[in-house]
């Protein structure tokens, strides 16, 4: 049996005018920035398309930039009747996810990812935070690298378990710097920082988290129409599960994306649509599995080249 994913990017992947193309085709797509924009009262379509990088870079800008980013491809693709069965995202990610699924309306996710991109920005304790992928190393060498750096440097966690061999840390600059320099001389294929700032998904995100969980509280949680596999365990969520805490705890929490691939690999899915800005998620299927089938949805070509396919196929 044929199962399909989407997948949703997270931070880091914007670029100005991405979903531009879309925008200006499909009417569907232009509603879902002209609802971002009534709900939030700033222009989200000029943020995306004519805002200069800068402004697009800051956290509260770059998190409900890459959400209604994807949600207008989503819409595209509902009117073609291209569906999922099984959904996950990269951190900010996963609100698109619980959103497609059901579980959070439109409306509350859009002004819950301004909130979550103004508390995050807002809350960033003071210091020089950087985060930095390590390529080629097992999960048990980078930790242990940054517990050696943590004790003779300074902070550093290790924030994202991307897929096999790869793992994204986050911390002090010195510490992350030194970090780079251990992965290196234990053989990592490659240890760069990485275009962000801030010591997301650690510990120093708990004042960031107490604030956000009073907004969680304010949005309605419906039921899960399809599965949703979680950052926090790479498990999906259940009936049972208090998912404002899970998502309040995501902010502190590493994301196991690894983990995430892992479940949706045991549990069938042959099929993996990337749907937003850039093909990093897509990277991590094929480092996971060369079997599987992969498609991005990052732009008004790709879009059509999937909606083609699909209609065809």
């Known amino acids: 049996m044929n199962r399909t994913a989407f997948?949703?990017?997270?931070q880091g992947t914007q670029v100005v005018g991405m979903g531009k193309e879309i925008y200006e085709k499909y009417e569907e797509a232009k509603e879902v920035y002209n609802k971002a924009s009534k709900i939030l009262?700033?222009?989200v379509a000029k943020l995306c398309f004519d805002g200069n990088e800068e402004e697009l870079n800051k956290t509260e800008n770059t998190q409900i930039a890459i959400l209604i980013t994807s949600l207008a491809m989503l819409e595209v693709l509902r009117k073609n009747n291209i569906e999922a069965d099984i959904v996950a995202g990269l951190s900010l990610g996963e609100y698109t996810a619980l959103i497609y699924a059901g579980v959070i309306s439109i409306e509350d996710g859009i002004s819950l990812i301004r909130k979550r991109g103004q508390?995050?920005?807002?809350n960033i304790p003071e210091g020089n935070w950087k985060m930095a992928a390590i390529i080629g190393l097992e999960n048990e060498t980078?930790?242990?690298?940054?517990?050696?750096?943590?004790?003779i440097i300074g902070f550093c966690k290790p924030a994202n378990y991307n897929c096999p061999g790869q793992v994204v840390v986050s911390g002090e600059e010195?510490?992350?710097?030194t970090v780079i320099d251990m992965a290196n001389e234990r053989g990592a294929k490659k240890a760069i920082l990485l275009n962000t700032s801030g010591p997301f998904h650690t510990i120093k995100l708990e004042k960031a988290k107490q604030e956000f969980q009073k907004e969680l509280e304010k949005v309605n949680i419906g039921k899960t129409k399809i599965e949703v596999v979680r950052n926090i365990d790479g498990r999906?969520?259940?009936?049972?599960?208090?998912?404002?805490?899970?998502?309040?705890r995501h902010m502190l929490s590493p994301v196991r994306f690894d983990e995430t691939i892992k479940y949706m690999l045991n549990d069938g899915v042959d099929t993996f649509i990337e749907i937003g800005p850039g093909k990093t998620l897509t990277g991590f299927i094929k480092r996971a599995s060369k079997e599987v089938k992969t498609a991005n949805v990052n732009d008004l070509e790709s879009l059509e080249q999937l909606v083609s396919y699909e209609s065809n196929g």
């Open 174 to 177: 010195k510490a992350i710097e």
């Open 142 to 151: 980078v930790e242990e690298i940054c517990m050696e750096a943590n004790e």
């Open 41 to 43: 009262d700033i222009d």
């Open 119 to 122: 508390i995050m920005q807002n």
């Open 236 to 248: 999906t969520y259940g009936e049972e599960d208090d998912i404002r805490d899970i998502l309040a």
């Open 7 to 10: 997948l949703f990017p997270g």
